[in-house]
């Protein structure tokens, strides 16, 4: 009997270990955590799942309207007359703009010249930290060209956010997921881009949430400097 107890017993905690470890596997994040400098917000794990659809709805209507006039973001980037042909991953990939009506060809637009790229969206609660570092870094006479990627969002909530921190830099709206995939965006963002006048671009690793315009420009010039 006592033997026929202890192997029950031991059924027993054989099961209860499996469930736990099993429950440790389903809720373990996909992909790697990105590593965020002391003192830092953590990046904002994407509640979604990047393997599906995840399209977003381009930013119409009347209310997007009236947030645009409110939020007076800069336009977005339009090309420089004899410029380059585009090249690089993002070649070929048009999508909306955010502040204003119509659709940008995003390598187009920044053939020839060098940009900073970040990824973001408004439920992202580091993002919203780092927005106005961003575009205080963007006024400033020597900057690049600031561009945010609006991902998986709402574009009015996106306006509104926009608004309320009174950043004016221009992003777009990244609708069908094309520049999440060709720039090979992590599962968490802020993610942030430096791309050179030639279209070749490099991901700012470790992923940083930027507290200092000081620290966004020493960034880009380092990534500028060491194109490798």
Known sequence: MRTLLRSAEFRSTIVVMLLA????????PRGS????????????????????????????????????????????????????????????ITVPCLGAPGEVDRAATLAGRPALLNVWASWCAPCRAEIPVLDEYAGRPDAIPVIGIDVRDDAAAALRLMADLGARYPS?????GELWRALEVPLVIPTTYVIAAD?????????????????VAATVQRYLSDPS
């Open 21 to 28: 470890v099993a429950g440790v596997v389903a809720l373990w």
């Open 33 to 92: 955590a990105p590593a965020v400098q002391p003192g830092q917000p953590a990046a904002a794990v994407a509640p979604w799942d990047v393997d599906g659809p995840g399209s977003m709805a381009a930013p119409v209507g009347p209310e997007v309207d009236m947030l645009r006039a409110s939020a007076a973001l800069d336009p977005c980037p339009a090309p420089q007359p004899d410029a380059p042909q585009p090249s690089g991953p993002l070649r070929g």
């Open 172 to 176: 777009v709206v990244d609708t069908r």
């Open 199 to 215: 279209g070749s671009l490099q991901r700012v690793n470790p992923p940083t949430v930027f507290a200092d315009p000081d620290e």
